[in-house]
T-cell receptor, first 115, second 114 residues
Framework: AQSVAQPEDQVNVAEGNPLTVKCTYSVSGNPYLFWYVQYPNRGLQFLLKYITGDNLVKGSYGFEAEFNKSQTSFHLKKPSALVSDSALYFCAVRPPSGGSYIPTFGRGTSLIVHP | DSGVTQTPKHLITATGQRVTLRCSPRSGDLSVYWYQQSLDQGLQFLIQYYNGEERAKGNILERFSAQQFPDLHSELNLSSLELGDSALYFC?????????????FGPGTRLTVL
């Protein structure tokens, strides 16, 4: 069975500073990994995904994520945080083949960017 | 705007009642997923339909059912409602059911059971 862990319920960062939101996963084989963002009273929005290839994936709004197979991690990063980045961030994993096509989501990390 | 629409936006009802939540996927998307989001349980997958057929079931209670119609819109039926069913219900769609496809989420329906 696949699983996703987001070890931090909340991440606080000052505006202009780099931010990292952590995600580790467990899945058989090579995973498909996703990051989504949820703003208050909105649905989840797709940010980026890793399928194969370059371990550094670039996505929307200046976000990027690094796939690290040996550490089974897919941390979300941004070089300079904005107050408007404050939201709930979800990591998700799907197995590459067989079994369920359904992604497993982490519990989410609340990112708070202080002015 | 994700292109996925959900109605109604808010629903307030009483215990024991039945409600229907509606979802229209993005144009061209064949897969529809239903999720329940609550503070204590996080985002829970309920059920998936692909081109009218049920494809996967998650933590969906027997009191809940869903279907996808020929025009690809989907409805989630919740019956014998309990206080604990109060939550945000999201619909998501994707182009195909493949694992590499990202999902596009609707704005959600907030259900309050009193």
């Amino acid at each position: 069975a696949q699983s996703v862990a987001q070890p931090e319920d909340q991440v606080n960062v000052a505006e202009g500073n780099p931010l990292t939101v952590k995600c580790t996963y467990s899945v058989s084989g090579n995973p498909y990994l996703f990051w989504y963002v949820q703003y208050p009273n909105r649905g989840l929005q797709f940010l980026l995904k890793y399928i194969t290839g370059d371990n550094l994936v670039k996505g929307s709004y200046g976000f990027e994520a690094e796939f690290n197979k040996s550490q089974t991690s897919f941390h979300l990063k941004k070089p300079s945080a904005l107050v408007s980045d404050s939201a709930l961030y979800f990591c998700a994993v799907r197995p590459p083949s067989g079994g369920s096509y359904i992604p497993t989501f982490g519990r989410g990390t609340s990112l708070i960017v202080h002015p | 705007d994700s292109g996925v629409t959900q109605t109604p936006k808010h629903l307030i009802t009483a215990t024991g009642q039945r409600v229907t939540l509606r979802c229209s996927p993005r144009s061209g998307d064949l897969s529809v997923y239903w999720y329940q989001q609550s503070l204590d349980q996080g985002l829970q997958f309920l059920i998936q339909y692909y081109n009218g057929e049920e494809r996967a079931k998650g933590n969906i209670l027997e009191r809940f059912s869903a279907q996808q119609f020929p025009d690809l819109h989907s409805e989630l039926n919740l019956s014998s409602l309990e206080l604990g069913d109060s939550a945000l219900y999201f619909c998501a769609s994707s182009v195909a059911r493949g694992q590499s496809s990202e999902q596009f989420f609707g704005p959600g329906t907030r259900l309050t059971v009193l």
